[in-house]
């Protein structure tokens, strides 16, 4: 069973970047797609980004593409979402994720077994 835990969130101003990792404990790193997904108050949590086992697929929600890219080191157990162009609506707590590699990528929550505790990033205007 992994563990995972997120950082790098804060507070930033729009037209921003913020760069958030996520560290993986407890199981083999490289057997599982990562994602990002991203929650606010009283709305479902949002698809934002996915990257398969060896990092050769990547997608990303309509609302990200272009402006936010994922990346995952295996060596180092870490998945990392890397945010340009930051807006106020991107506003939101980010998770990270995790399901086994032959799920491939799943876009929606039910997907993913493993989630961390979050890390907010708030974009101001």
């Known amino acids: 069973q992994v563990q995972l835990v997120e950082s790098g969130g804060g507070l930033v101003q729009a037209g921003g970047s913020l760069r958030l990792s996520c560290a993986a404990s407890?199981?083999?790193?490289?057997?599982?797609?990562m994602a990002w997904f991203r929650q606010t108050s009283g709305k479902v949590r949002e698809f934002v980004a996915a990257i398969t086992w060896s990092g050769g697929a990547t997608n990303f929600g309509d609302s990200v593409k272009g402006r936010f890219t994922i990346s995952r080191d295996n060596a180092k157990n870490s998945v990392y979402l890397q945010m340009m162009s930051l807006k106020p609506e991107d506003t939101a707590v980010y998770y990270c994720a995790a399901t086994e590699y032959w799920s491939g990528i799943m876009y929606t929550p039910g997907g993913y077994s493993y989630w961390g505790q979050g890390t907010q990033v708030t974009v101001s205007s």
């Open positions: 407890g199981g083999t790193f490289s057997g599982y797609t």
